[in-house]
């Protein structure tokens, strides 16, 4: 029985790995809009006709659609399970993609890619991890976490030289239609692979689970609801910092084929494929360094380094240079890869299993928001002399404040029952002043159970 459970339990994560390269195909995005350009500056029979400043505003709307569309997905996760959940997200993917294959105007790819295909992306991606993380002990979750969201990173790599093949040979109507049956029955087909483990089921623990487990060893178990978790200040600087490290590395990936084809031309695919890789490798590699490390530790190292490959990005893109420049995206895209497995780690380490869903989903929000709100200003950047710079210059200046307000998660030690409970603002102020020793190497990190959770 135990050999059938643990079998079952990476069956899971196969299926959820899987998945995630199906719908990965939102950072092939790049190809895409370069194709639609091509065609609006081509003109002529069956050509976009679209506002040239309009092309990035599917890929804008599938960011917000896919985060807040997490929100519901995640309920339904905790309510009817993941199977059913990622299959609601298959055949939304697969109506997107029809939809853009019998229409080339605006309206169409706006509803096609941005509202289906990206409600479809947020139902699959919101059923992929969190039964793959329910089969393994908890000093396993950032290696899990970073295995199953690593398909959705690493997607670009088979989906962008496919891409690129399929519109060159058919055209991008037919190229949609195809790439809509094979994700509709992909998606779709993996998703009766995902299961929860059986009622009362407790995965076993390693004989040495690591440090951090060990740090964690005295907190409670946390199943919090979404209010109780909206009351709790960590929240909102995780989805502050969510939204830093997604919205930059987003910025980048949705542009990375144009920045390339000025120095690599009809290969620029490859510099999305790369930047891919490094994508998927910092899912795993962040998730496994948290498991050792700690995840506020972690969130410093990958938003600093990202805060520093922004300032770099400003000498690479004008060299002309194409190896700098896939240097250049491929550690943006491992740096940005590194948020996708270090948020649901935290939500879960915090918050609990239980309205893991849920309360993913409503901070996974940070990611649409901060994807669209950076590529907005952007595109308005961009416009301007000097605009790629200045893009740049402020994604790096957020991200080192990003990497500042990981100080604010550091936690204390428990309290004790005679322990007077201190107030909201003297509980801030103190761990505040305890992440700050921290830092500065005076004071070792040991865990609190927050006050406000004390009573689950």
Known sequence: MSETIKNKGWSVVTAGLAINLALGV?????????????????????????????????????????????????????????????????????????????????????????????????????????????????????????????????????????????????????????????????????????????????????????????????KPKVDATVSEMLRNYKFYVLWATFFIGSGAGLMVIGSVAGLAKKSMGSLAFLAVAIMAVGNAGGRVVAGVLSDKIGRRATLFIMLALQAVMMFAALAVVNSGSAVLLVLLATFIGFNYGSNLCLFPSFAKDYWGSKNYGLNYGVLFTAWGVGGFVMGKVSEMLSAQPGGLGKSFMLSGVLLAAGAALTIFLAELKPETAEAKAPSQWEEFWSEFKLGMRVFAGFEQETVRVPREMSSF
């Open 26 to 218: 939102l950072y092939a995005w790049s190809i895409f809009k370069g194709a639609i350009k091509s065609s609006i500056e081509q003109g002529g029979p069956g050509a976009f006709q679209w506002d040239i400043a309009t092309i990035n505003d599917p890929y804008a709307v599938c960011c917000l659609a896919f985060a807040f569309s997490m929100i519901l997905a995640g309920k339904c996760q905790d309510k009817i399970g993941p199977a059913r959940t990622a299959l609601i997200g298959g055949l939304l993917v697969g109506a997107g993609f029809l939809l853009m294959a019998f229409s080339s105007s605006y309206a169409a790819w706006v509803v096609g890619f941005g509202l289906l295909a990206g409600s479809g992306f947020g139902f699959g991606y919101s059923a992929a991890t969190p039964p793959a993380l329910k089969w393994f002990s908890p000093s396993k979750t950032g290696l899990i976490a970073g295995i199953v969201v690593a398909g959705f990173g690493i997607a670009p790599v088979y989906i962008a030289p496919l891409a690129s093949w399929l519109i060159g040979a058919y055209g991008i109507p037919k190229s949609m239609l195809f790439l809509g049956i094979g994700f509709l029955a992909l998606v779709c087909g993996l998703s009766f692979m995902l299961v929860n483990p059986p009622q009362g089921y407790v995965p076993a623990e390693p004989a040495d689970p690591g440090p951090l487990a060990k740090l964690n060893a005295g």
